[in-house]
């Protein structure tokens, strides 16, 4: 802990050349900018998990306060994330607000020990596939789910039965009936989507400072006033009028429903996909900036820290957001104290605020998740992805469908297992290719991995070569050789030479190197 706090001291001391004071203004108006990108986020992530917009602003304070001054990553802003939107939202459908309680404080529990055991490094071991695909089938439930708050209806727990209603939520955007505040709704929900797209699309020819607006702040904003104006009577936030009335401890007993296997089971989901989340947006923060890197081990035990305090409290899980840490970072933050204070501007809002935060329209905050959810099916990914190749691909799609047929977890578990045989298949798969060169001889390539598995069919078809015939062995697009593939290919070569045969054309000093353990990849 104590080289911890050194560290910490040298990233404040050494995070700008100026003053102290200077570094300080510096996080003190990043703070400010977070600030106003998180106070719609946390909202509106609440009412996508099916709970009091209240819920999410409390997740906010503690990402802030508590995981920010603990965090191993110094300029990552922590809070309720679209992530884990989906998974709440089943829980509390299907065992209440007291079960989500109980969930989240294992989830924390469960980061802690992580943290501890040293296991942060690990979930950096996922597949980028699993992960895009995770994003996507979020997103898209995401946007199912709240399509329909945004014109004031209600969501069905079923992202399915979301995805095939969209057309009647249309419907009733688009035609007025008496009593029916569906087509207002909508207005403001298209009004708040046409500033989000437009205000970034044209953000980067305007002016620095009129640039680092928010534009979730500016769109739920102007959807605020002009609800405000016409006196529209669409649905509201409601936020509690003391932060007393907030806090909702669980009782001892509550936690008697981790006997449950599917109780439990969500509690390691929660925890997986939180540190999963959190992790892999500590390690793109980490490209954003030049100071002190991520203490991975560290920030998985501040995010179970601020889950397991959540948990008591009554709030939502948290993660670290790429949003907001994003936001952060392009604001000029230089410490973790940045994100510490943003989460007292959230406790300000909240506590002398009330009333303002209850003229927000519900629909605003859900065009800004549609909008979001929209996002996290990256185009640039499934690009990426198909340059892979077909395989790759592949376990995309069948894991975005698996998330989105069934649910978060269940689809996870299907991409991952997809992962894993896709990589046994690699590590078994060799191609042997035999060509004729133009000067006579014939060029053998292979492709794959070499190893035991496939030793009595490699050693086949160097046995079939014509002793007579010179022979090029080409190893560029082999991954890896195991020692038996090693020594077959040795042995060989020694039999032809006591044959009299044709030469052999091969790097001894390739192969061995492709004989170490490096990871499997598939060839460019």
Request: proline share 5%.
């Amino acid at each position: 802990m104590n080289a911890s706090l050194q560290g910490r001291s040298r990233m404040d001391s050494s995070a700008d050349s100026g003053s102290r004071a200077e570094v300080f203004a510096r996080d003190l108006l990043a703070s400010v900018v977070v600030f106003l990108v998180a106070l719609p986020l946390c909202m509106g992530i609440a009412i996508a998990s099916g709970v009091p917009p209240a819920m999410g602003l409390i997740s906010g304070i503690v990402g802030g306060l508590v995981v920010g001054v603990l965090a191993g990553s110094p300029l990552q802003v922590s809070g309720p994330a679209a992530g884990l939107a989906v998974i709440v939202f089943e829980i509390v459908q299907e065992h209440g607000l007291p079960t989500l309680a109980v969930v989240i404080t294992a989830a924390g529990v469960l980061q802690i020990a992580a943290g501890a055991l040293r296991i942060g490094q690990w979930f950096r071991a996922v597949a980028p596939t699993v992960i895009y695909a995770m994003l996507a089938g979020i997103g898209i439930l995401i946007f199912a789910s709240q399509f329909h708050v945004m014109v004031d209806d209600v969501p069905s727990s079923s992202g399915l039965t979301n995805l095939a209603t969209i057309p009647s939520a249309v419907m009733k955007g688009l035609t007025p009936l008496e009593g029916s505040p569906h087509h207002l709704a909508a207005g403001l929900g298209v009004l708040t989507l046409v500033i989000l797209v437009t205000w970034n699309l044209i953000r980067e020819r305007l002016p620095k400072a009129l640039a680092t607006l928010p534009a979730p702040l500016l769109a739920v904003g102007s959807a605020t006033v002009a609800a405000a104006v016409l006196g529209l009577p669409v649905a509201y936030v409601k936020v509690p009028a003391s932060l007393s009335s907030l806090i909702t401890l669980p009782s001892p007993s509550d936690f008697l429903a981790l006997a449950n296997p599917g109780i439990l089971g969500s509690a390691f989901a929660v925890a997986a996909v939180a540190s999963a989340e959190s992790l892999l947006s500590a390690a793109a923060v980490d490209k954003l900036h030049s100071g002190e890197r991520t203490n991975f081990d560290r920030e998985l035990a501040a995010q179970g820290v601020g889950n397991t305090l959540l948990g008591i409290l009554g709030g939502l899980p948290v993660t670290g957001v790429i949003v907001r840490s994003s936001a952060n970072v392009e604001a000029g933050a230089r410490t973790r104290w940045s994100a510490v204070l943003h989460g007292g501007w959230l406790l300000l809002a909240l506590a002398v605020f009330p009333g303002l935060l209850q003229t927000i329209p519900i629909a605003s905050l859900a065009a800004v998740l549609v909008y979001i959810g929209c996002k996290l099916v990256k185009i640039e990914a499934i690009r990426e992805l198909w340059a892979r190749g077909r395989a790759e691909l592949g376990i995309y799609v069948v894991t975005v469908g698996a998330i989105v047929f069934t649910n978060l977890l269940e689809g996870l578990l299907v991409g991952l297992a997809l992962s894993v045989l896709r990589l046994a298949w690699m590590s078994s798969h060799l191609d042997i290719e035999v060509d004729e060169r133009s000067d006579g001889a014939l060029g053998v390539t292979l492709r794959g991995a070499a190893t035991f598995v496939v030793l009595p069919r490699l050693a086949r078809a160097l046995e079939a070569l014509p002793v007579d015939r010179e022979v090029h062995l080409y190893l560029e697009h082999l991954s890896y050789v195991d020692h038996a593939c090693f020594d077959l290919i040795r042995d060989w070569e020694r039999q032809r030479e006591a044959q009299g045969g044709g030469g052999l054309v091969l790097e001894w000093e390739e192969l061995e190197r492709r004989t170490q353990p490096i990871p499997v990849t598939p060839a460019a």
